[in-house]
């Protein structure tokens, strides 16, 4: 299993800036994506930003230009910087790992989450 931990989530003012990270644990393979997804009162889950093991990243166009997502491979973190914050990305927060899970029965593919991070940006 894989064990995915936040941490960094908070109260900002809009233009603000915050900065979360995430570290998985667990009997872990491999992480091939990790990323960030959020989850607003009332809304579905939408991704924020995935980084790939080589350092491509995906970003929505709701953050272009004002999130960045980096990653270190060695510590199995992934990290959120967001800056000039708007009311609108007040959410939870997730991170996620696409993760090759290494059990006694042999390996297997699996998608994990952490339990989320509350961001709330206040106008």
């Known amino acids: 299993q894989v064990q995915l931990v936040e941490s960094g989530g908070g109260l900002v003012q809009a233009g603000g800036s915050l900065r979360l990270s995430c570290t998985a644990s667990?009997?872990?393979?491999?992480?091939?994506?990790m990323g960030w997804y959020r989850q607003a009162p009332g809304k579905q889950r939408e991704l924020v930003a995935t980084?790939?093991?080589?350092?491509?990243?995906n970003y929505a166009d709701s953050v272009k230009g004002r999130f960045t997502i980096s990653r270190d491979n060695f510590k199995n973190t992934v990290t959120l910087q967001m800056t000039s914050l708007k009311p609108e990305d007040t959410a939870v927060y997730y991170c996620?790992?696409?993760?090759?899970?290494?059990?006694?029965?042999?390996?297997?593919?699996?998608?994990?989450w952490g339990k989320g991070t509350l961001v709330t940006v206040s106008s």
């Open positions: 996620n790992a696409h993760a090759v899970v290494q059990t006694t029965q042999g390996a297997y593919v699996g998608d994990f």
């Open positions: 667990g009997t872990i393979f491999s992480i091939n994506l």
């Open positions: 980084i790939n093991t080589d350092g491509s990243t």
